[in-house]
Every structure is written in C-alpha cells, then in structure tokens.
C-alpha cells in the first residue's frame, strides 16, 4: 500500500536491502531496490522472511496485519503506520507514537 513511498528514503539509510511494495498506488515506481507486487488477499512471500514490515495506513485491516505478522521473521520489528491498532497477535508492542506503532514479533 501506500508504505511503498518509504522505500526510497530507506534504501538510502540501508545499503544492500531490497524492498517489496504490496498494492503500492500508482505513482509509485518499480525500482531497482523496490518490486512491485499487487495482490488481492495476501503478501506474495514465505512464512518468516522479512527483517522489516511497513503497513501503511491504507491496509490497516485485520487480515493484513495478519500477513505483515507472517511473513517476518521472529524477533523483528513491524512498523503500522496508525497509532489507533491494537497490537495483532503475536506481536510485542515497542512503542507507540507520532503517528505510528511499532511492533516485534515474538
């Protein structure tokens, strides 16, 4: 979704990590440290995969929170870009704040 817009900014801070960008809105471009993927019911990877999600406001719905919290691996951080979520299952709540929560799965 619309967290897609993060992944040039963060590229620039992590050198080396390749992005994923689930339903990224239009004017988002596939890029070399960004795929592009557009899916309906779920996040096209592996169980346990990810170092880091974003979930950005548009896609706050239960089942995918649900995917974001499947796909990363244990131990590492979800980042929801709403401060009104409750922490999905299985998630440690880090922190919560200026317009964000941040999570570890556990």
């Known amino acids: 979704g619309c967290a897609a817009q993060h992944a040039v ?3 620039g801070l992590m050198g080396g990590i390749h992005f994923v960008g689930v ?3 239009d004017e988002i471009a ?3 440290v960004l795929s592009l993927l557009a899916c309906d019911t779920m996040i096209p990877l592996r169980q346990t995969v990810a170092r880091a999600v974003v979930v950005g406001s548009d896609c706050l ?3 995918w929170l649900a995917e974001a919290r499947r796909v990363l ?3 590492r951080r979800l ?4 401060e009104q979520v409750a922490a999905p299952a299985g998630l440690k709540r880090l922190a919560l704040g200026h ?6 799965r556990r």
Not at 79 to 82: A, D, M, Y
């Open 79 to 82: 980042v929801i870009e709403s």
């Open 99 to 104: 317009g964000v929560f941040v999570g570890e």
């Open 30 to 32: 596939e890029l070399p």
């Open 73 to 75: 691996l244990p131990g």
């Open 61 to 63: 719905g239960a089942e």
């Open 23 to 25: 339903n990224a809105p």
């Open 9 to 11: 900014g963060l590229a």
